[in-house]
């Protein structure tokens, strides 16, 4: 399987739904807290073009956040991404 990095913060109802979603797949990911880190969030921000959590990173490669990633699990997408 793909490396999987999640950008997240504590408390954000979409980090939870994403983290949900890769777990019910029974996939390993590395989680990246960015609400108490300002230099950390800048990085997320700096490689996703995006300030909003969570990012969702496979393989290295940015797929967006929740939505997306619920959309490319609904559309057969998400588990050729992983393998």
């Known amino acids: 399987m793909k ?4 950008y997240t913060t504590q408390t954000c109802p979409y980090c939870i739904a994403a983290k949900g979603l890769l777990k019910k797949k029974g996939v390993a990911y590395k989680e990246i807290d960015v609400g108490a880190d300002p230099a950390l969030r800048q ?4 490689r996703a073009g995006r300030r909003s959590v969570p990012q969702i990173f496979i ?3 940015h797929v967006g956040g929740c939505d997306d990633l619920h959309a490319l699990d ?6 050729l991404m992983l393998a």
């Open 59 to 61: 393989g290295g490669s």
């Open 74 to 79: 609904h559309a057969g997408k998400l588990d």
């Open 3 to 6: 490396t999987v990095e999640i």
């Open 43 to 46: 990085a997320m921000t700096e």
